[in-house]
């Protein structure tokens, strides 16, 4: 329920508050004087988009305050899930700046438009002359039907049967497109990897094959070159051996002659011990090269399959082609099993099918046996409000499983006798349709979560005996939620518990729309003034006298 409303710097709007009746409010005032703005703020506090071209001053940001009292609305799980603060008293805030950033805040937390959106759908619901399309909507009228005929637990369990069947469609779809590409690739992925796998190939093969390559290649003169060191060496006479021995001898000799050369033949044993192992290194590497042409022709035709595949591949190791080796083999074992997998996606997408089409039907069981309940009871509210010969038609269409159920409907409506149903937007006139709309709202008000209803206007087309009766409806409806009418109706107005006048004030640089709240004989005066003009009679008085005595 609003408890109270502010608009500040908004349109024609510099200040303005009001504090609604928790039963049957009633606003009106001139045409133009700004009612309609009142309804854009509330919009913005609904989560509406905002537009900087909507303010009054431009150097001043404009703030819209909304104080609600959510504590018999069952809210808390919602403010738990957007992890907002659950009081018994909501505050929302809207603020646009001058450069058009647009802040939203509930109970003072930041909160983005979406949840502000969501959040006030909650708590109040505008309906007004011109909502003509929404109600021709089929998405619309099935939220209707699903309200009167109390469907929340099957659309519950179907939602969750929906949900599991797109998901195993979409598996088997993706899985069936999947299956072609491997088909498509299957013999060309075979080829490749028997390709591949012929080979037998190992981790670092390359490398090791490329050096020893190279050792074959030039086995000869590797062979010669070791064995002019080796000579060098092992000179009998001249080698290098020979006069590192001599060398050693001489250094012992030095030694003992002089403590100070110990160093020197200490640094000479390190060179002469690493000269030795140089020598047998050399001799080892010698005994192992052969020139062998047959094993230099396998290593070479070995590489030049490794270099082909990985040219063909665009790879540069053998580690890469083994990698594709394994991709590939990955794909022939799917495609070799391409047949189970697909049965078996099938066979849960048709399990899937059935349990959401089972769910369906049950959802589409309980809508159609209220059928026939929602057309008579919109057809006597209709007859209530002077349209005694209306026709309410539901035209019910299967369908196959969609996110909302299983079925299209469309409301179909006559106002006159003898006029065969058709849809909305066809037959209704502004009066008819105003009607139209308020009997449904009045016919779902407690059953829709609608804490908080503006009517802006909806009596727009009615008059005389219609209007009371309408009148008389709204004040059902204020007994169990907050109701709010926007009316240029003083038979409507009369039966307001508050009245608020809503007028332009232009003794300011700019003109302001400023609303208040009526006193009785202000009341008394404005009634007549609706009935008669800007100099009421005294017979305007008293008509006006008795409608608030009704």
């Known amino acids: 329920m609003l408890k109270s409303l502010s608009i500040?710097?908004?349109a024609l709007i510099d200040q303005l508050h009001m504090q609604p009746s928790s039963g049957l409010s009633m606003i009106t005032g001139e045409t133009g004087a700004g009612k309609s703005i009142m309804l854009g703020a509330v919009g913005l506090l609904l989560g509406n988009r905002s537009d900087t071209k909507a303010l009054l001053h431009e150097d001043r940001k404009c703030v819209i305050e909304g104080v609600f009292d959510v504590a018999n609305y069952g809210l808390k799980e919602f403010f738990d899930q957007a992890e907002l603060d659950y009081e018994a008293t909501c505050i929302i805030r809207r603020e646009i700046s001058p450069a058009g950033k647009s802040r939203s805040f509930v109970?003072?937390?930041?909160?983005?438009?979406?949840?502000?959106?969501?959040?006030?759908?909650?708590?109040?619901?505008?309906?007004?002359?011109?909502?003509?399309l929404q109600l021709g909507e089929g998405s619309y009228q099935l939220r209707l039907i699903d309200a009167f005929a109390q469907t929340q637990q099957e659309i519950k369990n179907y939602k969750a049967d929906f949900k599991t069947f797109r998901q195993t469609q979409k598996t088997f779809d993706e899985l069936s497109k999947r299956a072609v590409e491997l088909q498509k690739e299957a013999d060309f992925n075979q080829f490749q990897l028997e390709e591949l796998s012929v080979l037998g190939l190992k981790a670092n093969e390359q490398e090791e094959l490329e050096s020893t390559q190279e050792i074959l290649e030039n086995a000869e003169e590797i062979n010669l070159k070791i064995n002019e060191m080796l000579n060098l060496f092992q000179d009998e006479q001249f080698g290098i051996s020979h006069g590192m021995a001599q060398i050693q001898h001489g250094m012992q000799s030095l030694e003992r002659l002089a403590h100070v050369f110990a160093a020197l033949k200490e640094r000479f044993q390190a060179v002469n011990i690493e000269l030795k192992d140089i020598e047998e290194s050399l001799?080892?590497?010698?005994?192992?090269?052969?020139v062998d042409f047959e094993r230099l022709d396998e290593i070479r035709d070995r590489l030049s399959k490794i270099y082909q595949l990985q040219k063909k591949h665009g790879l540069a190791s053998v580690e890469e082609l083994m990698d594709l080796e394994k991709d590939l083999a990955d794909k022939v074992f799917q495609v070799q099993n391409l047949d189970e997998t697909l049965s078996k996606a099938k066979q849960e997408l048709d399990e899937s099918r059935t349990k959401v089409t089972d769910s369906g039907k049950l959802l589409r069981k309980k809508r159609q046996g209220s059928f026939k309940d929602f057309q008579s009871s919109l057809e006597k509210l209709l007859a209530g409000l002077g349209m005694e010969n209306s026709k309410v038609v539901m035209e019910h269409k299967a369908i196959e499983p969609a996110a909302n159920g299983m079925d299209e409907i469309e409301l179909l409506f006559s106002a006159n006798k003898g006029s065969a149903p058709q849809p909305l937007k066809k037959v209704a006139s502004g009066g008819e349709f105003s009607r139209l709309l308020f009997a449904i709202k009045y016919l779902m008000a407690d059953k829709m979560a609608m804490p908080t209803l503006i009517f802006d206007e909806i009596d727009t087309g009615i008059s005389g005996e219609v209007a009371l009766k309408m009148v008389g409806m709204m004040q059902d409806i204020s007994k169990k939620h907050q109701v709010i009418c926007i009316t240029h109706l003083p038979q409507v107005a009369g039966q307001g518990d508050l009245h608020y006048y809503v007028y332009k004030d232009n003794s300011l640089a700019?003109?302001?729309?400023?609303?208040?709240?009526?006193?009785?004989?202000?009341?008394?005066?404005e009634l007549a003034k609706m009935i008669s003009g800007a100099s009421p009679s005294a017979s305007a008085i008293e008509s006006a006298k008795e409608l608030l005595r009704r």
């Open 107 to 132: 109970n003072d937390t930041p909160v983005l438009l979406d949840a502000l959106k969501t959040l006030g759908g909650f708590l109040m619901d505008v309906h007004s002359q011109h909502d003509t």
């Open 510 to 525: 700019k003109t302001v729309s400023k609303i208040k709240l009526l006193d009785e004989e202000e009341r008394v005066l």
């Open 8 to 10: 500040s710097n908004y």
């Open 283 to 290: 001799a080892d590497e010698g005994s192992r090269v052969e």
